[in-house]
Structures are given as C-alpha cells and as structure tokens.
C-alpha cells in the first residue's frame, strides 16, 4: 500500500524557517515528480512548488518563490520543502504529493498519491 507521510510542521513566529519532510513507502517514486501544496482554511488547496526526478529541476509559486526550497532524495524516497522568512500568510495545512508521471504539473488532479498533512502556523 502506497503511504506519503509529511513530518516537520509547527508553529513559528514570522521571519523564521521550517522543514518539511515526505517520506513515501510502498513503492520507489525515483521516477516521478513530487508536489507540495498547500490549503488555509476556507480556501482551495493551492500549489506550492514541485521537483522532477531526472534533473531535479524544480519549479516554485510565486508566493513563495525566493523563500521555499524543494529537494528529494531518491535512496530514501524522501523529500523535502525548506521553508525561511516565514509569513503569517504561509499559514496552511502543507501536503506533499506523488505525480502520475516525471514531468510535474500545478494541478491538483496531476497526482495520484497525498500525504495526510502537516500543519504550519506563522505568527506574526
């Protein structure tokens, strides 16, 4: 059974980091991209940024551009979202995700595979 389980939210004052981790289990993703998005409440799950398996190209919101980071390590089937100068309008419940194919896609309907979720709340 496929399992993607995100670890690393909290809550963090404005201005500080976080580090999200997707640990994925049940199969090998090294050939798929892998998302992160995110859902405030009251509001539609949005995407956040992604990264390709082949090159590790990796593409970003422009929310978050300059301030997010994705990464992945195939060996553990992990990845990661590197989260600075934090805003209370990051504030989300942030869920990582495993796309149908290599290529990577800011629809939601792209990936087959969801985390249950992590929790991140930036205090202002």
């Known amino acids: 059974q496929v399992q993607l389980v995100e670890s690393g939210g909290g809550l963090v004052q404005a201005g500080g980091s976080l580090r999200l981790s997707c640990a994925a289990s049940g199969r090998t993703f090294r050939n798929s991209a892998m998302g992160w998005f995110r859902q405030a409440p009251g509001k539609e799950r949005e995407f956040v940024g992604a990264?390709?398996?082949?090159?590790?190209?990796?593409y970003y919101a422009d929310s978050v551009k300059g301030r997010f980071t994705i990464s992945r390590d195939n060996a553990k089937n992990t990845a990661y979202l590197q989260m600075n100068s934090l805003k209370p309008e990051d504030t989300a419940t942030y869920y990582c995700?495993?796309?149908?194919?290599?290529?990577?896609?800011?629809?939601?309907?792209?990936?087959?595979?969801w985390g249950q979720g992590t929790q991140v709340t930036v205090s202002s």
């Open positions: 995700a495993v796309a149908r194919s290599s290529s990577y896609s800011t629809s939601k309907s792209w990936y087959d595979y």
């Open positions: 990264i390709e398996p082949d090159d590790y190209s990796t």
